[in-house]
């Protein structure tokens, strides 16, 4: 690893480590939490965990006979990029996308495993319960009454520029090892964002290049690493990130395996706050100011606000959307929406 890499990482503060000895305590802890934390050796007793102490190839072996005859989406970049996924200089990506076997795909990673530079191959957000037989059920943390998305993410070594998500996540390392930079949400300024329609993943990344940071054209990432915390994981340790923080992902080893748990704690009937930012761009955003500043002025009354004094002259049965919304009354409110988005 480069010297620069080492010295950013080495001034940044670890993240707090928690303890949680039964499904009770981790509950506890991720009630209400706002900040992230690392819990060790939670995930140690996992099959999957323990073959990967084995070899690599014995964590690739276990995956194998638990995949599920489906296609796998697959990632792959060139040699000569440091294993990282991001844009080219022309902002197209710099890594193309195909769909195989498991086999097929983790014997690839077998073939280059002895490379000095070996392309990166990267399968991320892979659906445990679609692809696999069984690995969920074995390799399991009980989150009491949330319904999360599980997800494996697996792959040589690779570098996942900062996003964030708005799920709530614990990520648990498998096998390799993972480094996560964390940032708090109000940081999005000092990171300087890339475009949100066009994403290596989906969210918007940082354009900063964490091994080599150019100051010069991002000076406010400095302010960015004042709020910075790292935290590095060993098979079987957890890392809980809050919604919406900022994450920086590497993957250490020639080869890691990360499962995750994605929830929310609001209803799931309620929208995708990304949606309602892109439409905003879309019907807002380029409206002259005095027309932006009444709409503002909207948002926050009915939004952010959102005081009882709002709806409090309405007859209660005529509130309609104003009310708080229930199953039936998102239903009806996304129905409206698709169909004035179409016109």
């Not at 498998?174 to 708090?184: E, I, S």
């Not at 909207?298 to 309405?314: K, T």
């Amino acid at each position: 690893m480069a010297e620069a890499d080492t010295s950013i990482f080495a001034a940044m503060p670890a993240v707090i480590e928690r303890e949680a000895a039964d499904a009770a305590a981790l509950d506890a802890l991720l009630q209400g939490a706002r900040a992230p934390f690392v819990i060790r050796g939670i995930a140690a007793n996992w099959p999957l965990v323990q073959a990967g102490l084995i070899s690599p190839r014995a964590a690739r072996d276990y995956l194998v006979q638990h995949a599920r005859n489906v296609p796998f989406a697959v990632s792959i970049g060139r040699p000569g990029q440091d294993g990282r996924l991001f844009y080219d200089a022309a902002m197209d990506m710099n890594f193309h996308e195909a769909r195989g076997k498991l086999a097929d795909i983790l014997g690839g990673i077998d073939a280059n495993e002895t490379r000095a530079d070996p392309p990166t191959i990267y399968l991320g957000s892979i659906d445990v319960p679609t692809h696999f037989e069984g690995v969920d059920a074995e390799n399991h943390l009980d989150l009491g009454a949330r319904s999360p998305i599980v997800s494996l993410w697996i792959g040589t070594q690779t570098r996942i520029a900062a996003h964030n998500d708005f799920p709530d996540n614990l990520a648990c390392c498998v096998a390799g090892r993972r480094r996560f930079t964390l940032f708090p949400p109000d940081q999005f300024a000092n990171l300087y964002l890339g475009p949100i329609d066009n994403t290596p993943a989906g969210r918007a990344v940082s354009m900063v290049d964490f091994r080599a940071p150019d100051f010069a054209a991002h000076p406010r990432f400095a302010d960015a690493l004042a709020h910075a915390e790292v935290a590095e994981l060993e098979p079987g340790d957890a890392l809980f990130i809050p919604s919406m923080w900022w994450h920086h992902v590497e993957g250490l080893a020639p080869f890691n395996i990360l499962l995750n748990y994605w929830w929310r704690d609001t209803p799931r009937f309620l929208g995708q706050p990304q949606d309602a930012l892109n439409h905003a761009i879309l019907s807002i955003r380029d409206l002259p100011a005095a027309d932006r500043a009444i709409w503002r002025a909207l948002f926050d009354h009915y939004v952010f606000a959102n005081s009882p004094a709002m709806i409090e002259h309405i007859p209660e049965s005529g509130r309609g959307v104003l009310a708080p919304l229930d199953a039936e009354a998102a239903g009806r409110l996304r129905s409206f929406l698709l169909r004035t988005l179409s016109r």
